[in-house]
């Protein structure tokens, strides 16, 4: 530390309910790192928080350039938090392609920090830039901070004895420790990070340590910043927390799954964006006995789950879009032979490869419709990413006791999002009963439970129960192979039937917000954090609003017909082209009117606010 | 179950009171036939056998057999089967499939299954063509084929499922014909004996589309000049007076006439265990050339590749020895927690 000073600068601490900050730079530049250090101490340190990783779906696009741009941004404050943040406090932007795409999202007089060493004439070329934002005073609304990142990170490791490209890359860790002191946080959880990643390399934990150190120490040793911030831990609900994503939380919820039903988890998953993650995780989980099996395609994954099912086990496929569009055939043989199985879509920009590493929720008629024939199949959508813990085990059960494929429909902001998350107790979770039919005497295959209409689940191996299942149409009960008119119609409609009954496990809705009133919004999947906080604003401005979030697509909860009809109108926000909408539409006669965003990310709280203001006038 | 407590099984306890939908005269009969006396000689309980197959003429063997069975969709067969034996590796699974199903719409599963050496047997009816759907040409159907969907011929030249298989790794590859019944019994045997993936191809009849197909092997007069039954450990002779065989020269096979000089000393003697691919390559091609007989029986029976479950199921096992089995509330609680008191 430099010896001139005398003492700390004398500074101010503002208290602030919320913040959003947001970190930018180059895909190479390790952004997402970054942003998930700072979530994560800002977890530890007892804050309610919502992330949204927003990253190109090219590994390394050119350096320096605009479709190279990777960031991560978070919303961490003393309060609830259902979004991200629509716009930003603090943008830190390693480049000036970072600056140019994410300066809109900059609020007035916000914080900006720039590496000053990236802004040279051919770092302002790559970002199609014509003149210098540091001289043309493009950035005067703004509070600038242009630090020379990479100069102080090179002149803090300088003893290390590194190579310049391996110190260079610590520089995102001194961006990091300046916004630990910007925001008053402990380097700790960041610090024992560092260590365990680069466990194998003592060299980089000491580099990334000390430019971590660095940055916050160059924060408290020079007067950059007038002012620091403080946001106080959010009253939570008392509890043991951890972070979560949506991804983590349905391959534990999975997990959960296979030990609640004593069965072993088969999943099939050929790697996919923003999927692969799921099958990442529970390849990891084998001392619980989980078998992941990457199939050389995505039909190939499905069917190998559907013949682990037949066999007895879990058997799980995840994917996205294009992948649920190859496994299609395959989830009509899962309904016509009446095996559990679930199908987890994690939804991304379409159509075809579509936008793979951006948010959508186009493939709700997909999932409801996307088969030859007459193929229902139930269909439940989380909300959150904790969430996605509850819908596995949740999809699990049904799957099981229905005899049914399930899909789970996520999407890439819930998959990569992270919130934190109260850890349950194990006695909260769900019971998933299984019984394998054992007895020979009188068995029928297609004999159904008359509650579920469950066909029995009769695995191979059981001595007496040898039959034959298989794709083309059965006859009722014996499940031979029949092609009779009435003998067609009538599984049909049990199949129908069967799917439609499951509605005596889907809870009634029971609106957010007013039970009755001017607007009821009804929405699914990962529109609920805005959605929530918008109907929150505007309830104080004295809308008489209601929120329903279906957590359950299909069926859908009985009593939903008769909320729609207790409020004038109806607002049905998508990130697609209205799907939910032409279903309550359709089912319901109901005159809703649909929100639709489709541009890869996900509503802003002020999009929903100003589309409940414009219904309202 | 031990084989002490095994019932006797015969030919009629692997039988179903289902309606055989196969054309009259169909090579199918035979092959069910064959199968239906094997399985009961293979000291496996009957609830252990599972039979999966996908679509076409070949793939509704499933309905017939009186064990579990499972008729799935076109060309998944060996995906769902090894779903079925990674989860459950005691279950004896069988695959039947034909050239439509195994090498067009279901080529991708077929080549995966047989490199990962999945324990599964497979059976596939190689009949050159499109039966079900009513007379197309398949990938096995010779080039210049005139079929419904090739009224001026196929241009397409023809996969060799021998010679694709062992591309594929296979660990055990053979070939039967329908007719050939005791041979056929006998490749079965073998196949269900191997550990591994056991891809058999089964020369099959289909007398509505492609009647004739295999004749050149199968009539009474010609079959003994044009068929080369391997035999592990014996000379390659062949021919109605056993006096032509099978020499290796250089790199190149060729058929040679026993007699002036020539004797049983100087043919190839088969080894179905030879370690090295090319070996059973070299047997798998000699019918494309002139001159040359179809090789019957088993041309490659290597079992020193662990099977695909039973490395799954170790990989398990090692981690819950190591690591201990899983917890769930460790897992849950995992990583960075804090804690929000009231």
Not at chain 1, 152 to 174: E, I, M, P, W, Y
Not at chain 1, 319 to 328: Q, R
Not at chain 2, 274 to 286: D, E, Q, V
């Amino acid at each position: 530390m430099s010896t001139i000073l005398v003492g700390p600068p004398q500074r101010k601490r503002e208290t602030l309910e919320q913040a959003v900050i947001r970190f930018c730079g180059d895909s190479g530049d390790g952004m997402q790192i970054t942003g998930s250090q700072f979530t994560n101490t800002t977890a530890l340190y007892g804050n309610d928080l919502a992330t949204l990783p927003d990253f190109p779906a090219e590994i390394r696009a050119p350096a320096g350039t605009l479709p190279g741009v990777s960031g991560f941004q978070v919303q961490f404050s003393s309060s609830d938090v259902y979004t991200p943040g629509d716009t930003v406090d603090a943008l830190i932007a390693m480049n000036p392609a970072a600056l140019k795409m994410n300066l809109p999202d900059l609020k007035p007089n916000g914080i900006l920090i720039l590496n000053l060493d990236d802004f040279g004439e051919t770092d302002l070329r790559k970002a199609q830039m014509t003149s210098n934002p540091l001289e043309d005073h493009s950035l005067d609304g703004y509070r600038l901070f242009p630090t020379e990142l990479t100069k102080l990170t090179r002149a803090a490791l300088k003893d290390l004895g590194l190579d310049n490209k391996s110190v260079d890359r610590c520089k995102n860790f001194f961006a990091l420790g300046m916004c630990y002191w910007l925001y008053n946080r402990s380097l700790d959880t960041s610090m024992r990070w560092i260590e365990e990643k680069f466990r194998s390399k003592p060299a980089l934990v000491m580099a990334n340590r000390l430019a971590m150190q660095a940055g916050y120490s160059y924060c408290e040793a020079t007067e950059a910043f007038q002012i620091t911030y403080e946001i106080p831990p959010a009253k939570l609900s008392p509890g043991v927390y951890r972070n979560i994503s949506g991804n983590s939380a349905l391959a534990m919820g999975f997990v959960a799954a296979s030990q609640k039903a004593g069965l072993p988890l088969f999943l099939g998953s050929y790697p996919i964006t923003p999927a692969s993650d799921i099958l990442h995780e529970l390849s990891g989980y084998k001392n619980f006995g989980v078998i992941t099996f990457q199939a050389e395609d995505e039909i190939a994954a499905i069917t190998s789950a559907i013949g682990a099912a037949y066999a007895g086990a879990i058997g799980l496929t995840t994917t996205s879009g294009p992948g649920m569009a190859l496994k299609t055939e395959a989830m009509g043989l899962a309904v016509a032979v009446e095996l559990p199985l679930v199908i987890c879509d994690i939804q991304r920009g379409g159509p075809s490869t579509g936008l793979p590493t951006k948010t959508e929720q186009a493939d709700l008629l997909q999932a409801m419709f996307g088969r030859n024939s007459e193929a229902p199949i139930p269909i439940l959508a989380p909300a959150t990413p904790g969430d996605c813990f509850w819908i596995a085990l949740e999809a699990t059960r049904i799957a099981i006791k229905y005899m049914v494929p399930v899909i789970v429909l996520s999407d890439g902001y819930l998959a990569n999002g992270a919130e934190p998350w109260k850890i349950p107790d194990l006695s909260q979770l769900p019971e998933i009963p299984v019984k394998f039919e054992k007895n020979p005497e009188n068995f029928r295959p297609y004999r159904r439970n008359p509650e579920t209409l469950a066909r029995p689940w009769a695995i191979p191996g059981t001595p007496g129960l040898e039959h034959r299942i298989g794709g083309l149409e059965k006859q009722d009960v014996t499940g031979n192979v029949n092609y009779e008119p009435l003998n067609h119609e009538r599984m049909v409609r049990l199949r129908a039937e069967k799917v439609a009954g499951i509605v005596q496990d889907v809870p009634d809705v029971l609106p957010a917000g007013d039970s009755s009133g001017d607007l009821l919004i009804v929405a699914w999947g990962s529109t609920y954090g805005p959605v929530t906080a918008a109907v929150n604003a505007q309830r104080e401005e004295g809308h008489r609003i209601g929120h329903v979030h279906l957590r359950h697509l299909n069926p859908l909860p009985k009593n939903l017909g008769q909320i729609l009809g207790r409020y004038d109108r109806v607002l049905v926000p998508e990130m697609n082209m209205g799907q939910l909408l032409m279903i309550l539409r359709a089912k319901y006669l109901v005159d809703a009117i649909g929100y639709n965003k489709i541009q890869g990310k996900p509503f802003k709280q002020s999009e929903i606010e100003r589309k409940i203001e414009e219904m309202l006038e | 179950m031990t084989t002490a407590t095994l019932p006797v099984y015969t030919k009629k306890d692997f039988q179903t009171d289902q309606e055989i939908r196969w054309c009259p005269g169909c090579g199918d009969y035979a092959i069910l036939s064959a199968v239906q006396s094997v399985f009961p000689e293979l000291g496996i309980p009957r609830e252990k056998f599972v039979i999966i197959s996908g679509i076409g003429c070949s793939s509704r063997f499933p309905y017939y057999m009186n064990t579990f069975g499972f008729h799935t969709i076109h060309g998944r067969a060996p995906a769902v089967a090894t779903g079925l034996k990674v989860a459950r590796p005691d279950l004896e699974v069988w695959v039947v499939t034909g050239d439509g199903d195994s090498l067009s719409i279901g080529g991708n599963h077929t080549i995966h299954m047989l490199r990962r050496n999945v324990g599964l047997k497979v059976m596939m009816f190689n009949n050159r063509i499109y039966g079900l759907t009513k007379g197309q040409y398949s990938p096995t159907s010779e080039i210049g084929k005139k079929t419904k969907s090739t009224p001026y011929g196929t241009a397409d030249r023809p996969f060799n499922p021998i010679s694709l298989a062992i591309g594929a790794e296979a660990t055990f590859v053979a070939r039967s014909v329908d007719v050939f019944q005791q041979h056929l019994k006998d490749t079965l045997r073998k196949a269900a004996a191997h550990k591994g993936s056991a891809y058999v191809e089964i020369l099959q009849n289909c007398n509505i589309f492609n009647d004739h197909a295999w004749e050149s092997l199968t009539e009474k007069d010609a079959r003994s000049e044009h068929v080369l039954q391997l035999e592990d450990g014996k000379p390659m002779i062949f021919g109605k007076n056993h006096d032509k065989g099978i020499r290796l020269n250089g790199f190149e096979l060729e058929v040679v006439q026993l007699g002036n000089g020539i004797t049983e000393k100087d043919l190839l003697v088969h080894d179905e265990r030879h370690p090295r691919p090319s070996y059973a390559f070299l047997l798998a091609h000699m019918e494309q050339r002139p001159g040359f007989p179809t090789p019957i029986g088993v041309l490659r029976a290597w079992e020193d590749v662990p099977r695909y479950e039973d490395v799954i199921s170790e990989q398990i096992r090692e981690v819950q020895e190591n690591c201990g089995k899983g917890d769930l509330g460790k897992l849950l609680g995992a990583g960075d927690t804090w804690e929000v008191r009231a």
